[in-house]
């Protein structure tokens, strides 16, 4: 190995007591690289990468392998562990850049530079205050969502839930160590069989957070991902304690499994959210030991490129998602690998940048403690003031204004009036009802004797298209009125339970609405229309009771349990009003989503629970009718539009509105016109 003063420092280098440095190994370096670069080819949609989420995994074991070798160093020098110097020069080596990365994000956030990113106040304060990960595990949100592959939109700050775990680990461990290395000592126990203590339960802790607080627990939670640290930490000990040698093939199979990982490591599912990091970490683990032998692979690492990324890696993390979350398609006019590259040689520069301008003149600085913890709680405290001034957000970046809601909401407990069609040369013409939906063509309405009262039900995705109806509602306040009784996740399928969902009290929220909240609305708005618009829900693998298992819309027993919920819901609507319900055939999801199949982009499965739809639309046809949305976006040509719906799903505002006038909006009046006309001696 060679000197640390003949070369860069690893991260940890100067973590070590008086000033003492341990050995240099570039191919630590070397390994950054490896990890960081797949994490960003990750990030960067590359299909081939679904499982570079794991670059992070080899992270973790990393650096609990340098902290821990410059504890054990410190420890067999002196006996003791200096906490308060340890966390000084962790705050000089990682604050800084940190902080300009939050800073910068704080003044985008309200220059409304991410738009389509949701409570990135609520990020920014949980980044800074080293929770990040806790927070979006107590929000409820999937990291399946915020983060795979397959997400279309991301927040800028959706990558510090795994600096926050390395940060809460560098807190507890030094004191946690010098504990448990006394303790060893005085017990003339090897501090090795001690730390593998350690590891082991930790690891053991990892799939019993998934059994038991579920796969978002397993992905997010500290306990659950300590042992991959852990690991690295053991490894330390082992070479310490000189328990442990290295052979000739640890180095390239550990390198050879770390990368198989990250090609064939499932981005929504598999180990990594059932608790089998810890067992998977022991790649990286065998690359680290493997990596203390000379050999091909060390000098492969050692090579003067992966080198140099790896010195610059951490800067290269901090700031890469924030560079891909503003570098669009529709900001640059790139996409594929061109936009790719853009994003690559941007977030380069920004971290070279940071690394010689920021990062290594603070990190080398001959301050005393007192003034590092000084400056560092006063750029904190400057950061949260940056903070306290970025838009809270609306919750979703399909909101419509509050003046628009009002303006639209139908009036509650109105005065009863009929709506009557006022008759016109065109009304045989415009209340025909149309199959084939053209997409060319804005229908002409006929005159109405009052507004269409318009109610609209079902998800996150009726939520977006709903939001579209009430702008043009607004718009048009003599043509109709638009209010919502939505929730996420909420179909219309009752009972059992949805593995998928976690923590996330999806169905409890869908039963208050369905159960309270919507015969409440019917009995006090007395709708025209109800609109009933679910995209995947429906279809999501259900269990209803341990002896059948998990089923799917193909098991018989889950298709008549759908078709029996879609009838009784449509027969409640039409009993307890005079509504016709219009069922909405959703569009297509997935287009940016690399054609990956789930249970909720399957086709064959939309194409039953469309025909259980359809089936009970033909048996009320008097009062309940299908319109064909995803044909009509499909002709229109907006069905795969990247700005029309930005995570693939659910419109923007522009977008709802657009479809709400050009279509859907005039085909509910004339809807409701047709049942008028239908009822009417």
């Known amino acids: 190995m060679t000197d640390v003063n003949q070369g860069a420092v690893n991260d940890v280098a100067d973590a070590a007591p008086y000033r003492a440095r341990i050995a240099y190994q570039p191919a630590l370096d070397g390994v950054r690289a490896i990890a960081v670069t797949m994490v960003l080819l990750f990030h960067g949609g590359v299909s081939w990468m679904n499982g570079g989420y794991f670059g992070v995994s080899v992270?973790?074991?990393?650096?609990?392998?340098?902290?821990?070798?410059?504890?054990?160093?410190?420890?067999?020098?002196?006996?003791?562990?200096?906490?308060?110097?340890?966390?000084?020069?962790?705050?000089?080596?990682?604050?800084?850049?940190?902080?300009?990365?939050?800073?910068?994000?704080?003044?985008?956030?309200?220059?409304?530079?991410?738009?389509?990113?949701?409570?990135?106040?609520?990020?920014?304060?949980?980044?800074?205050?080293?929770?990040?990960?806790?927070?979006?595990?107590?929000?409820?949100?999937?990291?399946?969502?915020?983060?795979?592959?397959?997400?279309?939109?991301?927040?800028?700050?959706?990558?510090?839930?795994?600096?926050?775990?390395?940060?809460?680990?560098?807190?507890?461990?030094?004191?946690?160590?010098?504990?448990?290395?006394?303790?060893?000592?005085?017990?003339?126990?090897?501090?090795t069989s001690v730390v593998c203590v350690c590891t082991a339960v930790f690891a053991a802790c990892a799939p019993l957070i998934a059994a038991v607080w579920g796969s978002d627990a397993a992905y997010w939670a500290t306990p659950a991902r300590a042992g991959e640290i852990l690991l690295g930490a053991l490894v330390a000990v082992l070479l310490s304690e000189g328990r442990v040698r290295a052979t000739r093939w640890m180095a390239p199979l550990g390198l050879a499994l770390v990368l198989a990982f990250g090609f064939v490591l499932p981005a929504a599912s598999g180990p990594a959210y059932s608790g089998g990091f810890p067992v998977l970490a022991l790649a990286s683990a065998m690359l680290l030991l493997g990596l203390q032998r000379e050999g091909f692979v060390r000098s492969l690492l050692s090579w003067r490129p992966f080198v140099s990324l790896g010195r610059i890696s951490y800067g290269v993390y901090l700031y890469h998602l924030p560079v891909f979350v503003f570098m669009t398609s529709q900001r640059t006019g790139l996409d594929g690998w061109a936009l790719l590259a853009s994003r690559f040689a941007v977030t380069l520069a920004i971290a070279i940048t940071s690394y010689r301008l920021i990062e290594q003149p603070i990190r080398r600085a001959t301050w005393a403690g007192v003034r590092t913890a000084v400056s560092a709680a006063t750029a904190t405290a400057a950061v949260a003031v940056l903070v306290a001034a970025v838009p809270a957000g609306a919750g979703s970046y399909w909101g419509v204004s509050a003046s628009s809601r009002s303006i639209a909401a139908i009036a509650v407990d109105a005065p009863t009036t009929p709506l009557i069609v006022q008759p016109t040369t065109a009304d045989t013409q415009v209340l025909s009802a149309d199959s084939t939906p053209a997409a060319s063509t804005v229908p002409v309405l006929p005159k109405l004797s009052r507004p269409v009262r318009i109610l609209v039900v079902g998800d996150s995705i009726a939520e977006a298209t709903g939001h579209g109806l009430v702008a043009w509602a607004a718009a048009n306040p003599t043509v109709a009125q638009v209010s919502l009784a939505v929730s996420a996740g909420c179909g219309f399928v009752r009972g059992g339970e949805v593995p998928a969902d976690g923590n996330v009290p999806f169905q409890h929220n869908c039963d208050l609405l369905l159960d309270g909240e919507l015969p409440t609305d019917l009995k006090a708005l007395r709708p025209d229309v109800v609109v009933m618009l679910v995209w995947a829900r429906d279809q999501a693998p259900r269990v209803w009771n341990k002896r059948e298992g998990e089923l799917t819309p193909s098991d018989s027993a889950f298709s008549a349990r759908l078709e029996h919920d879609y009838r009784a819901i449509t027969r409640e609507i039409t009993s307890a009003t005079d509504a016709t319900v219009v069922w909405i055939r959703p569009p297509k999801g997935d287009p940016y989503w690399l054609n990956k199949v789930t249970p909720f982009t399957d086709e064959s499965e939309h194409a039953i629970v469309e025909g259980v739809m359809r089936r009970v639309?033909?048996?009320?046809?008097?009062?309940?009718?299908?319109?064909?949305?995803?044909s009509w976006m499909e002709s229109d040509g907006i069905a795969l539009a990247h700005p029309a719906r930005p995570d693939g799903l659910h419109f923007s505002i522009e977008a709802a509105t657009d479809v709400a006038t050009r279509w859907l909006g005039p085909q509910l009046v004339l809807a409701a016109a047709r049942a008028a006309s239908a009822s009417t001696p």
């Not at 409304?112 to 080293?130: E, I, K, P």
């Not at 409820?140 to 939109?153: K, L, T």
């Open 617 to 630: 639309v033909g048996e009320i046809s008097s009062r309940a009718e299908v319109l064909d949305l995803r």
């Open 59 to 191: 992270f973790f074991t990393l650096s609990g392998f340098l902290i821990t070798s410059l504890l054990c160093s410190e420890f067999s020098s002196t006996h003791r562990v200096a906490p308060g110097a340890f966390y000084v020069r962790r705050a000089k080596r990682l604050l800084p850049a940190s902080i300009v990365c939050l800073s910068v994000v704080s003044i985008m956030a309200s220059a409304n530079a991410w738009t389509a990113a949701n409570h990135v106040r609520r990020d920014l304060l949980g980044s800074l205050g080293q929770v990040a990960n806790w927070v979006r595990l107590l929000a409820g949100e999937s990291y399946v969502d915020a983060q795979s592959a397959s997400a279309g939109f991301r927040s800028p700050l959706d990558h510090y839930w795994s600096l926050a775990i390395e940060e809460q680990f560098y807190w507890v461990w030094p004191l946690a160590f010098w504990g448990l290395a006394r303790w060893a000592r005085r017990r003339n126990v090897s501090l």
